[in-house]
């Protein structure tokens, strides 16, 4: 048999599209590898890349590999950014050709600047490259909004099916299988999409809680890949709700051999599903000051309370710089608390030039949008400690991969040890702290901005976990956020009634 030839390309980007745009240089720094470079970088990590790689290596594929862009959620990606990445990756394909087969890893939350729907305009780049008959399949984060347009140019979608996030690697494995059978000619796979009347569902998809929504959920879903050998995979997506689309909203993706109606039948029960736990959230946010008090009642004992904060986390969107929750810990210090972290690069910058010992004088973070999540604080910082800000992920999210907070800082104030950092990073990896030589097992608390992604590594040090809401621009709650571009009717947007009835679920 003739050696296949694939192409694998990676474009991450899951945008808020209440966030300032994303400009190249935001993705460029995060880490943009092109070509041959890829797959040295790639190659020891556990992403999807990682795992195309390694299948490829396995199978014996030839890979072309045009773009690999990493996840570093934001605004919207911006105008350059986008026509640069889609193009790259239609420039791959063309440079391929003739391909056999196609694995393309997907965020699903891509909002572009002037496309809402910018994973469905990457996977219909391909395929009107490669035509009607190369096998598409496609990899996704389940914090996704599916749209047709995406799902009619795939052959065959998979999402994670952990949250937090430690499956990227297996996922692009079970893709790289299904694309195998696929070019064998075993399966003619398509995708059957179903969406509910909501904007986010599933339970975020968080498989911490074991029983909760979105481990039964996948509990269904693996029940009917087993019930049916003609359905080779149920993916769920829990939709990201902070998209100002109208695909916005949870989905069910059945891959399936074939274009019968029971196939469409799977997808409407799994959506009903998400409809009738819509209101099964299991993580309960408090505000500022009751999150404050909450944690004066712990009593002491050994590990870390983590605190984490949902209204500007920069897995949302978040600009990481906001304020409220550092202020109410100032306010109300725990002496020896890590506060991680406020994205301030003239603060970073000016901690570099004072040095180590310095006390500086500084209205630290607030600076982007405080209208939410409150503006600067106003203080004496002492410079404790100085870093370039580049970590390796340990894991168990993406091991082996390089992350930036670009240059940065340890200040202390009140007692409360705050990293400073030039960029914004989602807090979820004991190495975050670790660079900053900061053990993440003995402050007696660690606040940070991230709204689940952190239990895979900090739940097992924590002693208990406290999740807050401040009102940045992640917040779930936010009233002063405006959708004007999601479907109606749609919960929690429209009264439930009226929605149930257009479901046809009364
Ligand atoms: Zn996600």
């Given at each position: 048999m003739p050696e296949r030839r694939v192409l694998a390309a990676m474009i991450l980007h899951e945008a808020n599209s209440f966030a300032a745009p994303a400009p190249l240089a935001h993705?460029?720094?995060?880490?943009?590898?092109?070509?041959?470079?890829i797959a040295p970088r790639f190659g020891p990590t556990r992403t999807e890349m990682g795992g195309f790689l390694a299948a490829g290596t396995e199978q014996g594929w030839s890979l072309a590999t045009p773009i690999a862009v990493p996840c570093s959620p934001a605004g919207p990606m911006g105008a350059e950014a986008f026509a640069a990445f889609r193009d790259a990756l239609a420039e791959g394909a063309r440079a391929?050709?003739?391909?056999?087969?196609?694995?393309?890893?997907?965020?699903?939350?891509?909002?572009?600047?002037?496309?809402?729907?910018?994973?469905?305009?990457?996977?219909?780049?391909?395929r009107d490259i490669v035509g009607p008959e190369v096998p598409i399949v496609v990899t996704l984060d389940p914090h996704s909004n599916v749209s047709d347009r995406l799902a009619n140019a795939a052959n065959a979608i998979t999402a994670y099916r952990t949250h937090p996030h430690i499956d990227h690697f297996e996922t692009a494995t079970r893709a790289a299988a299904i694309l195998r059978?696929?070019?064998?000619?075993?399966?003619?796979?398509r995708v059957h999409l179903a969406r509910s009347f909501q904007m986010r569902g599933?339970?975020?998809?968080?498989?911490?809680?074991?029983?909760?929504?979105?481990?039964?959920?996948?509990?269904?879903?693996?029940?009917?890949?087993?019930?049916?050998?003609?359905?080779i995979e149920v993916s769920l997506q829990s939709g990201f709700v902070l998209a100002d689309v109208p695909h916005v909203g949870p989905s069910a993706a059945i891959t399936a051999d074939g274009d019968e109606p029971r196939f469409a039948a799977l997808g409407a029960q799994l959506v009903r599903f998400a409809w009738d736990e819509r209101d099964n959230d299991t993580v309960k946010l408090l505000d500022v000051p009751a999150a404050m008090a909450a944690i004066r009642a712990i009593p002491a004992g050994p590990g870390p309370i983590v605190l984490s904060d949902f209204g500007d986390a920069p897995g949302g969107g978040g600009y990481g710089d906001a304020t409220n929750l550092l202020r109410a810990l100032l306010d109300d210090p725990i002496p020896g608390a890590v506060f991680a972290s406020i994205a301030d690069p003239a603060a970073a910058a000016a901690a570099h030039a004072a040095g180590v010992?310095?006390?500086?004088?500084?209205?630290?973070?607030?600076?982007?949008?405080?209208?939410?999540?409150?503006?600067?604080?106003?203080?004496?910082?002492?410079?404790?400690?100085?870093?370039d800000g580049v970590f390796v992920h340990e894991g168990p999210y993406t091991p082996g991969q390089t992350g930036q907070f670009g240059r940065s800082a340890v200040l202390e104030c009140q007692g409360v040890r705050i990293i400073v950092s030039t960029w914004q990073r989602n807090i979820?990896?004991?190495?975050?702290?670790?660079i900053f030589g900061i053990d993440p097992a003995e402050p007696p608390l660690i606040a940070i901005k991230c709204m689940d992604a952190f239990r895979a590594a900090f739940a097992p040090i924590a002693r208990t976990i406290v999740t807050c809401e401040s009102g940045g621009v992640s917040s779930r709650v936010h009233t002063s956020l405006t959708w004007s571009k999601v479907r109606r009717p749609i919960w929690p947007l429209d009264p439930d009634a009226v929605v149930a009835q257009a479901a046809g679920y009364t």
């Amino acid at each position: 048999m003739p050696e296949r030839r694939v192409l694998a390309a990676m474009i991450l980007h899951e945008a808020n599209s209440f966030a300032a745009p994303a400009p190249l240089a935001h993705f460029e720094r995060q880490g943009v590898v092109r070509g041959d470079a890829i797959a040295p970088r790639f190659g020891p990590t556990r992403t999807e890349m990682g795992g195309f790689l390694a299948a490829g290596t396995e199978q014996g594929w030839s890979l072309a590999t045009p773009i690999a862009v990493p996840c570093s959620p934001a605004g919207p990606m911006g105008a350059e950014a986008f026509a640069a990445f889609r193009d790259a990756l239609a420039e791959g394909a063309r440079a391929a050709m003739p391909l056999d087969g196609v694995l393309l890893a997907l965020h699903g939350a891509c909002v572009a600047e002037g496309e809402d729907d910018a994973d469905g305009v990457f996977a219909q780049a391909v395929r009107d490259i490669v035509g009607p008959e190369v096998p598409i399949v496609v990899t996704l984060d389940p914090h996704s909004n599916v749209s047709d347009r995406l799902a009619n140019a795939a052959n065959a979608i998979t999402a994670y099916r952990t949250h937090p996030h430690i499956d990227h690697f297996e996922t692009a494995t079970r893709a790289a299988a299904i694309l195998r059978r696929a070019m064998d000619g075993e399966i003619r796979p398509r995708v059957h999409l179903a969406r509910s009347f909501q904007m986010r569902g599933f339970d975020s998809t968080r498989t911490t809680p074991p029983d909760g929504p979105a481990r039964r959920a996948q509990a269904i879903a693996r029940g009917m890949e087993a019930a049916d050998p003609a359905v080779i995979e149920v993916s769920l997506q829990s939709g990201f709700v902070l998209a100002d689309v109208p695909h916005v909203g949870p989905s069910a993706a059945i891959t399936a051999d074939g274009d019968e109606p029971r196939f469409a039948a799977l997808g409407a029960q799994l959506v009903r599903f998400a409809w009738d736990e819509r209101d099964n959230d299991t993580v309960k946010l408090l505000d500022v000051p009751a999150a404050m008090a909450a944690i004066r009642a712990i009593p002491a004992g050994p590990g870390p309370i983590v605190l984490s904060d949902f209204g500007d986390a920069p897995g949302g969107g978040g600009y990481g710089d906001a304020t409220n929750l550092l202020r109410a810990l100032l306010d109300d210090p725990i002496p020896g608390a890590v506060f991680a972290s406020i994205a301030d690069p003239a603060a970073a910058a000016a901690a570099h030039a004072a040095g180590v010992g310095a006390t500086l004088r500084l209205a630290l973070g607030g600076h982007v949008a405080p209208q939410h999540g409150g503006g600067p604080i106003e203080a004496a910082f002492r410079v404790l400690r100085l870093s370039d800000g580049v970590f390796v992920h340990e894991g168990p999210y993406t091991p082996g991969q390089t992350g930036q907070f670009g240059r940065s800082a340890v200040l202390e104030c009140q007692g409360v040890r705050i990293i400073v950092s030039t960029w914004q990073r989602n807090i979820l990896d004991l190495q975050q702290l670790r660079i900053f030589g900061i053990d993440p097992a003995e402050p007696p608390l660690i606040a940070i901005k991230c709204m689940d992604a952190f239990r895979a590594a900090f739940a097992p040090i924590a002693r208990t976990i406290v999740t807050c809401e401040s009102g940045g621009v992640s917040s779930r709650v936010h009233t002063s956020l405006t959708w004007s571009k999601v479907r109606r009717p749609i919960w929690p947007l429209d009264p439930d009634a009226v929605v149930a009835q257009a479901a046809g679920y009364t």
